[in-house]
C-alpha cells in the first residue's frame, strides 16, 4: 500500500470528501495550463479544517460593534468566541489562561487541571 494520500485505500471516500487532483487547470480567463491545486478538497475551510479562522473574524466584529459602548460605559470587551467544531478565539483563550491562573494560586491547584476545567464547562 503506497502512503500516497490519494491512492490509499479511497482514504477520501471514506471520509466523506470530494477530492479532486490537478483541479484547476481549465479554469482561468487567461487559459493558461497552471493548476492551482494539486489535490483540491472543496469547501476545506467549511469542514473546520481552518480552526480558528471564523473566530478571528467573529472576535473583530464584536470589537467593532462594541467597543464603542464598552469604552463609554468603562468596560473593557472581551469576545468569549467558540467556533462549532471546538476552535476558541485567541482573545477567549488567554482570557481563561489568565482566570485559572488566578483560580489554581487560590485554590491551591494546578492550572492545567482549572484551565481543563473551564473549557469543560464553556
Not at 490509499?8 to 487559459?31: F, M, P, Q, R, W
Not at 494539486?38 to 467593532?64: C, F, M, Y
Amino acid at each position: 500500500m503506497e502512503n500516497s494520500p490519494v491512492s490509499s485505500i479511497n482514504a477520501e471516500t471514506k471520509a466523506h470528501l470530494s477530492v479532486k487532483v490537478e483541479a484547476g487547470s481549465n479554469l482561468t480567463k487567461d487559459h493558461s495550463h497552471t493548476r492551482p491545486a494539486d489535490i483540491l478538497v472543496p469547501n476545506w475551510s467549511l469542514a473546520g479544517l481552518a480552526a480558528g479562522q471564523a473566530a478571528r473574524a467573529t472576535e473583530q466584529r464584536k470589537h467593532d460593534e462594541n467597543d464603542a459602548k464598552c469604552k463609554e460605559l468603562g468596560w473593557i470587551c472581551v469576545p468569549m468566541v467558540v467556533e462549532a467544531y471546538g476552535a476558541w478565539g485567541t482573545e477567549a483563550m488567554e482570557s481563561f489562561s489568565l482566570l485559572a491562573s488566578r483560580l489554581a494560586t487560590s485554590f491551591n491547584r494546578a492550572k492545567a487541571e482549572v484551565l481543563a476545567a473551564l473549557y469543560m464547562a464553556g
